[in-house]
């Protein structure tokens, strides 16, 4: 069985105090009950990841919001996937719409970090998905299926089965719209497909794709009700912890 999963991507906020008050409020409501069997994930700035790690400790799953495409060096600013996974995370998010346009990170970057991440005992969190213009011209498919050749079909069998897929139609993050249930579904059927043909269908049914755009409460259960949406890698609402903990029960 897929697992279930609700990852949220705090980005650029919260500073240190704000980001363990809120780690600790998502960890008192879900002791409260809910979550069923839906494995939760956050991911915070860099700079909190050992203190909330010492909030969250097993209970709910850390991850970075990305990492440095080389293991070591002269790279003033990086942090390795080593580091991350020495500070007490284990995932960390790769691809990034918003690396890929504000950052320019190639397929090549993106490619270099999830075999970093999974050398380094973390579980890649792999991002792809489409912009507006894309979207339009209905070449959404080419697009996609070439951010994933590209960025993980290098991998064999079994570290492939590590990682997990979260998609993300760029037109719908932080705008307010929203891809239709029917839209995000068919994206999801789609990269199973991919991976179904690369590998085989074991891997693809065991693989966990997340929708990751413009996710909130009041769409949530409509989009996790779809047979290859297995969660959400949620944005805005993961800064409530009301309105995430509300996300995570909507399946």
Known sequence: MRRKIVA???KLNTTLTEGMDLA?????????????????IIAPPFTHLTEIKKIIGDEIGLAA?????EK??????????EMIRSAGAGYVITGHSERRHYFNESDKDVASK???AIESG????????????????????EVIKKQIQLGLFDLPKDDFSKVIIAYEPVWAIGTGKNATPEQAQEIHQYIRHLVEEKY???VANNLTILYGGSCKPSNAGELFSNNDIDGGLIGGASL???????IINSF
Not at 73 to 80: D, K, L, P, R, Y
Not at 240 to 246: G, K, P, Q, T, V
């Open 240 to 246: 409530s912890a009301e309105d995430f903990y509300s």
């Open 200 to 202: 085989d269908r074991n």
């Open 72 to 81: 070591s060096g002269a790279f003033t600013g990086e942090v390795s996937a």
């Open 65 to 69: 919001q990305n990492c440095a495409a």
């Open 24 to 40: 600790r409020s998502v960890i008192d409501l879900l002791k409260k009950g809910g979550g069923g069997n839906v494995s939760v």
């Open 8 to 10: 949220g991507n705090w």
């Open 122 to 141: 973390l579980q890649p969190l792999f991002c792809c998905g489409e912009k507006l213009h894309e979207r339009e011209r209905s070449i959404y498919t």
């Open 114 to 116: 999830v075999r970093n």
